[in-house]
């Protein structure tokens, strides 16, 4: 009886995945945002950095592909979702100014346990834009803080009317969020159809367009509870 040893077949040794290439240099303004409102600090430090790669991505990079047909709705949709934001915020500033003029409130000043000066890099104008849009956020809720401090609202409406804002800032961060991810799905099919073969059959390089009514809305809670975490881990 002969007894013996199976052969074994050598694994070859998976390839390495390749280093990503490093991004190359660009510019950018260095913005110093001094913020009351731990609000206002929320949206900038929970929304801004991801709002301005989408911004970057559907502004720049779509121009970099050669997809300039992209990159003009695009800004189009944007500017008009940031410009709708804009004047509402205004508008909410107005009505404000309005109640504390009414109670003879004007010369009240109210201070702030933890104000900070946050310091960030725009690189797109439409980026600079939702800055606007966070400082101004910062102002109104300076101005509700006035009215809730002193007696003239309560609570409650303190509550809701500032989080009606922050519910709005978030769905204009998830409306670009959508966009930019609906154009990505649209550059990677582009390249994919140039390595198929004649014969296939294209992938279709349309899609509709993006509203911000189209973005379902967030939790009532989900800066509470990011608040409530922030705080317990701050403790």
Known sequence: MTTGTADT????EPAAPRPRPEPGSRPFIARV???KSHHAQQVLEFDFKSTAADLFTLTYMTRVRERHDLADE???LMAALLQEYLAGIREAIAAADREIAAFALQDIEIEYTRAQAMTVQVTTPHANQYLSLVL???ELMYRLDVLHITGVI?????FERTIDWKRKLRRLTRALHARTSE???????AQSVMTIPEHAPAESTTSPSLSASDIPEPSLTEYSVRLDKRSHHEA
Do not use: G, I, S
Not at 9 to 12: E, G, I, S
Not at 154 to 158: G, I, L
Not at 183 to 189: H, I, M, S
């Open 9 to 12: 077949v050598a694994t070859p």
């Open 33 to 35: 945002l001094k913020l």
């Open 74 to 76: 695009a800004e189009a």
């Open 136 to 138: 101004l956020l910062d």
């Open 154 to 158: 309560d609570t409650r409406t303190k």
């Open 183 to 189: 154009v990505n799905e649209l550059l990677r099919a």
